[in-house]
């Protein structure tokens, strides 16, 4: 699956999961939902297939979930996430009106 296929799907995956992607991460990277390891670290055989952490299912949902009410494209909801994992922040415009 990719970045997109996962983010479309969050609210149908299993919040314990985590979401690894291959870098860089765009709307087309190579990605898996999966359990942690025992350490909550990404899989042994994840890394190994040259994907890293992105978020926890649960974090995504929260970080579009400060998004409110608000109507938003699915894009614009990618964007947000990549921008979250790459920076442990909010873009500027999240904070808009």
């Not at 979930?65 to 979250?84: F, W």
Request: hydrophobic fraction near 40%; charge should be negative; include cysteine.
């Amino acid at each position: 699956m990719t970045l997109d296929d996962a983010i479309r799907q969050l609210n149908s995956l299993d919040e314990n999961l985590v979401l690894c992607a291959r870098k860089p991460w765009l709307p087309s990277s190579e990605c898996v939902a999966t359990p942690p390891s025992a350490d909550l670290g990404v899989p042994r055989q994840v890394k190994e297939a040259g994907l890293d952490y992105f978020l926890e299912v649960d974090v995504a949902r929260e970080v579009l979930g400060a998004l409110g009410a608000r109507p938003v494209s699915h894009e614009d909801n990618v964007k947000l996430l990549i921008h979250y994992a790459e920076h442990d922040a909010y873009p500027d415009w999240v904070y808009g009106s």
